[in-house]
């Protein structure tokens, strides 16, 4: 797992410990030392910590002007043990809302496992951002079932064409458009 490294080719556009408004601003990496660990296997320094032990994100863009942001994560997503949405709504949600992202795009190739559990804080995301959308990009078919078999699914726009967008080749604001049209589509724009 070490070797699964955060997306780095947008880093010339948007640095999330750079900015100002994000909740990691001013976050120092190490490139040498290997600190966090998922079930015993270290990952890579430039991962973002959120408060669990089994979930890592990285904000890979954000724009401000349109309301969006790119976040890619690795790991399992459990709610169950760690509780991991509420650690990722009040520490990073919140504040992203806060600065006007209302459009989230969740890349989760890097999920290997999900656990959710409905406790209100998917509703209160969901609602916390009037006519914006959460977009579940690339998750794996055994991870969306599981949102599924939750009721969590209802929140998020998933599946389908979304599983399919080679979004590594584009720039951020092309992956916005691309994702955005189909969001539009799905929910009748």
Request: charged share 25%; with cysteine.
């Amino acid at each position: 797992m070490h070797n699964i490294e955060p997306y780095y080719n947008w880093r010339h556009l948007y640095v999330a410990s750079e900015d100002e408004k994000s909740p990691f601003y001013n976050r120092e990496y190490s490139e040498l030392y290997f600190e966090n660990d998922i079930y015993g296997y270290y990952i890579h320094p430039q991962w973002d910590e959120i408060g669990s032990p089994t979930l890592f994100i990285k904000i890979l863009f954000c724009d401000y002007e349109e309301g969006y942001a790119i976040i890619e994560f690795l790991g399992e997503w459990n709610d169950e043990i760690n509780n991991d949405i509420m650690f990722l709504k009040r520490d990073i949600i919140d504040t992203l809302i806060q600065e006007g992202i209302n459009k989230f795009i969740l890349i989760g190739e890097n999920i290997l496992n999900a656990f959710p559990n409905e406790d209100g804080y998917y509703e209160e995301w969901f609602d916390d951002i009037d006519d914006g959308w959460i977009a579940l990009v690339n998750f794996r078919d055994h991870v969306m079932t599981e949102f599924s078999n939750s009721g969590l699914d209802c929140y998020f726009v998933s599946g389908g064409t979304l599983n399919q967008i080679d979004w590594r080749t584009r720039m951020p604001s092309n992956v916005y458009k691309n994702v955005s049209d189909l969001v539009q589509k799905r929910i009748g724009f």
